[in-house]
């Protein structure tokens, strides 16, 4: 089973901020199929990046997706009131076929 | 407009059983799969399982293999997801997603049924 390992477990910053998330994986992961997604209270979650590096539909180019292998990040350039949620990565791979981050929670400072 | 409606909140008493379903519109409901995500009170997102609703084969996580049923009625368009004996651990919200095949990524999202299960 591949784990994903993201860090830091809450990130506080203020609006207008770049922000940084991490996602480590234990094994290597096929680019292709990596993904961030963002959780608001209340609300399912929404696709953020896919194939690592692509925006999804409707996403504002503020947000980026870099990374390769083990190591993947979401860049957020300058945070807006509305970024403020929790955000998971997730990976498609052997069995289980799919897992998940345990989340970032992005806080106002 | 692409849609997934799930049914709404429920709320148990352990050993009961319980299916709660997802609805979805906007699409060609069995060129897709659907698949299923728990969220515990305060955690975060874990895989249980997916079909295929072209021919039903099913895949599940190995946690939750053997202690829960996804099935489908296609002529509906409608994914279930079912507990033949709930227990309070399954106290959660549970969500449906469609899948895409290409990048395997969920990319409709439903809104989610809280389960609660409470003597």
């Known amino acids: 089973e591949i784990v994903l390992t993201q860090s830091p477990g809450t990130l506080s910053l203020s609006p207008g901020e770049r922000a940084t998330l991490s996602c480590r994986a234990s094994q290597s992961v096929t680019s292709s199929y990596f993904a961030w997604y963002q959780q608001k209270p209340g609300q399912a979650p929404r696709l953020l990046i896919y194939a690592a590096s692509s925006r999804a539909t409707g996403i504002p180019d503020r947000f980026s997706g870099s990374g390769s292998g083990t190591d993947f990040t979401l860049t957020i350039s300058r945070l807006e009131l509305e970024d403020f949620a929790v955000y998971y990565c997730?990976?498609?791979?052997?069995?289980?076929?799919?897992?998940f981050g345990q989340g970032t929670k992005l806080e106002i400072k | 407009e692409v849609q997934l409606v799930q049914s709404g909140a429920e709320v148990k008493k352990p050993g009961e059983s319980l299916r709660i379903s997802c609805q979805g519109s906007?699409?060609?409901?069995?060129?897709?799969?659907i698949i299923w995500v728990r969220q515990m009170p305060g955690k975060g997102l874990e895989w249980l399982g997916r079909?295929?609703?072209?021919?039903?084969?099913?895949n599940y996580s190995p946690s939750f293999q053997g202690h829960v049923t996804i099935s489908s009625d296609t002529s509906i368009s409608t994914a279930y997801l079912q507990w033949s004996s709930l227990k309070a651990s399954d106290t959660a919200i549970y969500y449906c997603a469609r899948r895409e095949r290409t990048y395997e990524t969920f990319d409709y999202w439903g809104q989610g049924t809280l389960v609660t299960v409470s003597s």
């Open positions: 906007g699409y060609s409901f069995t060129n897709f799969w």
């Open positions: 997730q990976q498609y791979g052997s069995t289980p076929m799919y897992t």
């Open positions: 079909i295929d609703l072209r021919d039903s084969y099913i």
